[in-house]
């Protein structure tokens, strides 16, 4: 059973930073494709920034590029995101997610974290 856990969440000033992790449990996590969605309160889950299964591929959603980076450890099975300059609108649950079909931005990820909450406030 594939599990996915993230941590490194917490609250932040404006403009500050974040690096959020995805451990997984995955005998084959480096041939998964993975991603950071987030949730806001009264908003649709969005795709924050994906990986391919090689970390050659990348993806980022318009309001974060330049500001967050994917990354990934596959001798770790970990996944990173780093946030930098984080804005209020930021704030949400992030989501870790990952798919084992060899697909490239799944339109759905098979499995899923239990999130972890980012907060940004002055």
């Known amino acids: 059973q594939v599990q996915l856990v993230e941590s490194g969440g917490g609250m932040v000033q404006p403009g500050g930073s974040l690096k959020l992790s995805c451990a997984a449990s995955a005998p084959a996590f480096g041939t998964y494709a993975m991603g950071w969605f987030r949730q806001a309160p009264g908003k649709e889950r969005e795709s924050v920034a994906e990986?391919?299964?090689?970390?050659?591929?990348?993806y980022y959603e318009d309001s974060v590029r330049g500001r967050f980076t994917i990354s990934r450890d596959n001798a770790k099975n970990t996944v990173y995101l780093e946030m930098n300059r984080l804005k209020a609108e930021d704030t949400a649950v992030y989501y870790c997610a990952g798919d084992s079909r060899g697909l490239w931005r799944p339109v759905v990820y098979e499995f899923w974290g239990r999130g972890t909450q980012v907060t940004v406030t002055s």
């Open positions: 990986i391919d299964w090689s970390g050659g591929s990348f």
